[in-house]
Each structure stands twice: as C-alpha cells, then as structure tokens.
C-alpha cells in the first residue's frame, strides 16, 4: 500500500498453488466464499461463509478461524466437498441440508470448530478436504468501513490491511496462509460492487442488486475485499496476453469520473504492460482501480486496487500511486511475503518499481529523482537504527509501514541491481516470481534465487543491507600527486559503530577537471577495517572530487577535504 503516515512522496478445484514450497500448515484453506448481505438503512451486515481447507493425515481436530465482535448464528461441517461447488443457493435452508450441525465455541475473537473425521465414504470424495458453513451478523467494528463518502453518499469498502479481515470476514487472518475467494453481496439496487477476480464463467450476470465475484488464484486476506456503493465504470483498453484479454477498469464516484480517467489513470493500461515486459504476464483476470474510503493512500488488493478518494477530490492524485500499487499485483498480491517482518518484499519492491515503470515511460531521470528522495525520506526517518528485517514489530505490523520496508527497500533493489547488473537482476527477478506466484516467499527465498542467477554468493549483500541497520556515512580525504599523476585517498567509515561496516565493492569518485568534464575512477572499500586507503592513476590535478556522483549507492557523504 501506499501509506499516508509516512508521507512518502510518494478452475482447478482444490489444486494447490503453483510454488508452493513452503512447508503445509497442518490445516490450510484453499477457498472462502462469503454471502453478505448489505444495507442501505443499516450498518448491521448478514455472512454465509463457507471455508473449504485441506488437512494433513493427523493434523489438528478442530479449525481455529479469526473472527472479532460478530454474532455467530449456526455453523455446519462438511466432508462432501465435491458437492460444494454446485452453484449455491444464497439461502440458508439449502444450505443445512448439505452440513451437519455442529457445536462451536466462540469468544469473540476466535471461532473454533471441532472437525468430524476425514471421509472414507466414496472414492470420488477428497479424503483430506472439507468445508465449513459458518453463519454471522453483526456491526463490523473495523475491516468493513460503512459510512459516506467525500460526497455525501453512503458507501461501504473493506480496508483489511493487516489483520482486520476478521472484523468482517471469518478467516484464518494470516498473510502466509492465501486461498481463492468469492463473493456474493446483496446490496442496494442503486449500488454497483466491485471485488477480486471476476464474475464466474457460466454464472448469471450481475444482477441489480446481486454481484458475484470469483477469482481462480489465491490470495492474501489482507487483499479481500469489497466496494459498494454508486460508482462511474469505465473501460480503458484492455491488456492483451495471447488469448487472454484482461479487463482494466476505472471505478471512480460520479463526480470525480472525468478527472480519474484524463490523469491518474490516463496511462493505466501502459503501466501494466511495462510490468508484463519486465516480469511476466499480468496475474489475474482482470483489474479495477477503485476510489474508495480506504486509509491507505491506496491499497493494492489483488485485482481490485482501492485507491483513497480524497485526492481525487481534490485534483492532486498523481499516477505514481498507481504505478506502485500496479506493481504490488506481482509483488504483494500473487507474490506475498510469509510473514510480516519480511514486507520489504512487497512494499521495497512497489517503491522501487513505481520509479522504474515511471522510467521506461518518461525516462531515466524519473527513477534517478525517486531514488534520491527515497534515500532523504530515509535518512530523514526515525528507523534508521533498524535492520528492514525486523521481527521487533511482528505483532504491530503497521509500526512496519516505515522508511525501511518502502524507501531503504526500493534501494535494496537498486544496489543489488548495480551489482548484479541489469540482465542476472530481471532474470532474477523474473526467476523469483515464476517460484513463488500465488504463493508465499521470505527474504531467504529471494537472496537463493538472486545469488543462483547471478551465480554469485551475496550473503554479504543482503546481511549488510537487510539484517544490518543504517547506512554508510563517508569522510573523504585527497590529495594529488602530480609526480605519480595519482590521487591519494582516505575513505572513513563514520557511522555509528552499532551499525556496522559496510562493502561497497565499486565505489565510484568523479574529478572534475579544470574544463569542467568530470573523469570516473572506482574504487574499493572494505568492511574489515573503518578506513580504507586507495590510489588512482589521474592525469590531471582535480579541481574538485565529487563521491558517488550518479547515486548508486545509499549513502551519505560527511566530509569531502583536500589534505
Ligand atoms: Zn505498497
């Protein structure tokens, strides 16, 4: 997501994720379908969930799902999962017929189901699979944001980011467990909904007042989500994968149609196909950029990207929020990171890539100056005493919404990309995310498939920079040897000592001569020892050194002095 706290400027039934490598949970969800029922009067909500989930031979007896503040009406157990996916009927008397009433303990925040025992009944019947039909009302106190919006009418929008799916949504809330999701709402006739994925093939349209959405990947539950309320839908021109045609569409109130089309989203479709020739194919079905109440500057779920409506108010939204959260649909969405402490993995990489789509559109000079402010954002911020790895935060993930995982991540990118070079780093990363899709990942991950495709042990790369905190800050000292026609140089590692020192293995300097060209020289500096000595051949007497003059590196430079 693109937060406003740090102000930065910024169907395969039942088959198993492709990638999946990590090891299974004991139990693990592979499909939630939810039925609500919304209100035009009211903010009470109606959910039918039915939570299909596969469980290991001697796995756990009873299924814990995250719930908060709900009333529970009735819950039902079903090992005859191959009858779930007959079209379901949205009433709760068909439903009993199919699940066996079952007695469930609730305390308000955790919903436990004890499980029968897996079926032997029929051959056709998948042992290991069953499915839950939970019935809940209730006043979300969070998650589900029921109000109005800038304009005065009543909307609801989900804002599940990190964990307040469970306010709304029967779940096991955690980003490493993913599964498909659909959607059924029933809301006012008035009202338009969006959610992820797309209407079922060979169900009947959206209905007025009936919406049906479905996607076949699974995704985080942070990223499930639904908009209602009275919305302007445009088309833009679809992106075109071979014989897929993926639907982008502009979801905006009336009253702000004309601006979201003519400016933040004029290039929507181009920023999509940038990602498809970096990385690879669009992963979903289709894709809405929607304004809504979020709380986010905007929120990347997953196929149906909420975006915060006040910007669009008032003219000012720009498109590199649509380039990061665009970019999040591969790293964020299809790829997510296993566990909080490593969100640098999608927020490092929607930071880095809203400045290189924006390059391959407008030119270099687009990411040049987003890496610059990232790196002010950074220095300037109050986690430089931090590694971006951090597990300190793990049960306030929002405290992870900081200048590490999105400005300092984006850099992790950049460095390794001037390391590795431009071609081991898109294989690399296009390596990555055909492993992980639909999946989850952590930073181990990534570093074994970077260091195999660079063919190179990176170990002190990504321990410097991801495990270690701060960054280097450089006294430079020189002097001329017109003899020798070299410069002498002494290069003092000045951070604090807690953070470590730091391997820059290509320094570069830049002599500015006295017709004003400037001459490169790179030089080494090690992590063995605070300072390092270097001399380099130069034919002429420098008028002045400049310390990285093409911002490869994060850094800062304290002191530059002639001796
Ligand atoms: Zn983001």
Not at 345 to 354: K, M, N, P, Q
Request: neutral net charge; charged residues 25%; hydrophobic residues 40%.
């Amino acid at each position: 997501m693109r937060s406003r706290l740090l102000g930065l400027a910024a169907v395969a039934l039942l088959s198993m994720p492709r990638g999946s490598v990590s090891p299974k949970p004991r139990i693990g969800v592979l499909d939630y379908r939810f039925v609500v029922t919304l209100s035009e009067s009211s903010d009470t909500i109606a959910v039918d969930a039915y939570v299909t989930f596969e469980r290991s031979p001697g796995g756990p007896d009873t299924l814990s799902l995250d719930l908060i503040g709900m009333t529970v009406d009735s819950v039902g157990y079903t090992n005859a999962v191959w009858t779930s996916y007959v079209p379901y009927s949205d009433t709760a008397r068909a439903k009993v017929k199919r699940f066996a009433p079952v007695r469930f303990s609730f305390d308000g925040r955790v919903l436990r189901i004890p499980l029968g025992k897996p079926s032997t009944a029929s051959p056709s019947v998948r042992q290991n699979y069953a499915q839950v039909a939970i019935s809940y009302h209730g006043v979300p106190q969070d998650g589900l944001i029921e109000g109005t919006n800038a304009h005065g009418h009543r909307v609801v929008f989900a804002d599940n980011w990190p964990e307040r799916a469970r306010f709304w949504l029967a779940t096991v809330d955690r980003p490493g467990d993913k599964a498909r999701v659909s959607f059924v709402v029933h809301a006012p006739p008035s009202w338009k909904v969006v959610s992820n994925g797309v209407q079922p093939f060979l169900e009947q349209p959206h209905a007025p007042g009936r919406w049906w959405w479905s996607t076949h990947e699974p995704i985080p539950t942070y990223t499930m989500v639904i908009g209602a309320g009275e919305f302007t839908v445009s088309q833009h021109r679809p992106v075109i994968n071979g014989r897929d045609t993926i639907p982008l569409e502009v979801w905006t109130y009336p009253e702000d149609s004309a601006f979201a089309d003519s400016v933040p989203f004029r290039r929507a479709t181009e920023i999509v196909e940038v990602m498809q020739r970096l990385i690879a194919p669009f992963p979903y079905e289709k894709l809405a950029h929607v304004q809504s109440s979020t709380k986010f500057g905007g929120m990347e779920n997953a196929s149906a990207i909420f975006y915060a409506e006040k910007p669009y108010v008032e003219r000012r939204m720009g498109e590199g929020v649509v380039r990061h959260e665009t970019s999040h649909q591969w790293f964020g969405d299809a790829v997510t990171e296993r566990d909080w402490p490593d969100i640098w993995l999608s927020e490092g990489f929607a930071t880095y890539f809203d400045g290189v789509i924006g390059a391959v559109l407008d030119g270099d000079s687009v990411l040049v100056n987003r890496m610059r402010s990232n790196a002010e954002d950074y220095f300037k911020s109050a986690v430089t005493d931090r590694p971006i790895v951090d597990s300190g935060y793990a049960a306030d993930p929002i405290k992870l919404l900081n200048a590490n995982s999105y400005p300092k991540g984006a850099w992790v990118l950049h460095m390794l990309r001037s390391t590795i070079g431009d071609s081991a780093f898109f294989r690399g990363l296009r390596t990555y995310y055909r492993t992980y899709r639909d999946s989850t990942a952590t930073t181990e991950d990534f570093q074994r498939v970077i260091e195999k495709e660079a063919r190179a042990n990176l170990g002190w790369f990504f321990h410097q920079w991801l495990y270690q905190p701060g960054y280097p800050q450089l006294d430079v000292t020189w002097q001329y040897d017109a003899g020798a026609r070299k410069v002498l140089l002494g290069i003092t590692q000045r951070q604090k000592p807690e953070w470590g020192l730091f391997r820059l293995p290509v320094l570069t300097l830049g002599f500015r001569g006295g017709d004003g060209a400037i001459v490169r020289r790179d030089v080494t500096v090690s992590e063995r020892s605070r300072v390092t000595s270097a001399r380099v051949d130069l034919p002429f007497a420098p008028a002045e050194v400049r310390v990285d003059p093409d911002g490869k590196l994060l850094l800062r430079v304290t002191a530059i002095v002639r001796r």
